[in-house]
């Protein structure tokens, strides 16, 4: 974005333009999207855009990593996009493979798999699969506002529960408190943990930050009640962003104390692919005279670049300004009486089903 560009505000959505792939071949597209891209050429990006949401047909719906520097070797996206609208979010760029924008295309063009509880008990049913926790909300939020009507991780969480399979959920909303009742019975058999990520205690700045997440007092709250379940939680304070949300750390590592939090964590923030641009250009709508200072600090604690691809390195930044954010956050957790914790799911559970996909009766 030029500084002779002007600045819109797309209200309502995070990202402020269809930021348009400079990969896969895609920069020579004339159109991102539909005809609201050639209003924008005349009149500025509008104002209101409508969440549309296409039903995909998957074959699969576990995927398998062999990242060396995450917790996880398996996940499930019941949702492909996600109407949270999290300028941050380094899943972004995963829209760009569908030659949809990484920008308000994935906050607006949404994917839903209600093929996926069928999918799971048949891979559930392989002889040769070896249960191992399978990680809920890695690329997009697994109860975003159309996780009210599909309702699809609820029927994943009752394939897991019934089939004793371990699950670890993350999210940016209280809707997840809807599924208390099967998260409480998993509990109970070592299968489940939550992890909600909290970015800032103010909701304005949440606001313009995850403009339809669940407001920061709300999944406070539902943090407490997942812990006041035995629900084992965990407070994500991410992603930290310097000079507009590290002034939040302390204080939200102090409220999990408080509502008796079982760990917390903070994950820096990361800008790949796409996402720098989309934050440039929000930089440029609510802090303009802070960018500069903003992707400084960003570029000092990633080795002079907007981000660090390189395993390891993209979760542990490193210079002054990291290790300053780091001895904050230790002190921080120090004070709050937590500690970190690596919970163990148990996988000696599992009930294979019937070769058929189905579930059997007990």
Known sequence: MSESEPVHRVK??????????????????????????????????????????????????????????IFFDRSINAYRGCEHGCVYCFARPTHAYHDLSPGLDFETKLFA?????????????????????????????????????????????EICLETRHPVTITTKSDRVLRDLDLLTEMAEHDLVAVAISVTTLDPVLSGKLEPRASSPEKRLTALEKLAQAGIPSHCSVAPVIPAITDEFMEGIVARA?????????WI???????????????????????????????????????????????????????????????????????????????????????????????
């Open 268 to 362: 820096p923030l990361r800008l790949p692919h796409e996402v720098a641009p989309l934050f440039r250009e929000w930089l440029a709508v609510h802090f303009p005279e802070r960018a500069g200072k903003v992707m400084s600090i960003v570029r000092s604690i990633r080795n002079g670049r907007d981000n660090d691809p390189q395993f390891f390195s993209r979760l542990r930044p490193t210079g002054v300004w990291a290790e300053l954010f780091r001895a904050r956050f230790m002190l921080a957790q120090k004070r709050a009486g937590l500690r970190k914790v690596r919970l163990e799911l148990d996988c000696s559970r599992f009930r294979r089903p019937s070769s058929d996909g189905q579930l059997v009766l007990i």
């Open 12 to 69: 309502g959505r995070g990202a402020q333009s269809g930021a348009v792939p400079q990969r896969f071949g895609l920069a020579d597209r004339q159109v991102d999207g539909d005809w609201r891209d050639h209003v924008a050429l005349l009149d500025g990006p509008p104002v209101n855009l409508r969440t549309t949401v296409t039903e995909e047909r998957p074959k699969t719906i576990i995927s398998f990593n062999q990242s060396p520097d």
């Open 257 to 265: 104390g408080e509502i008796g939090v079982g760990s917390v964590g």
């Open 113 to 157: 798999k209600p093929d996926a509880p069928r999918l799971l008990l048949e891979t559930l049913a392989r002889p040769k699969y070896r249960p191992a926790p399978i990680a809920m909300g890695t690329n997009t939020d697994p109860y975003q506002p159309i996780e009210g009507r599909y309702a699809i991780t609820r029927k994943l969480l």
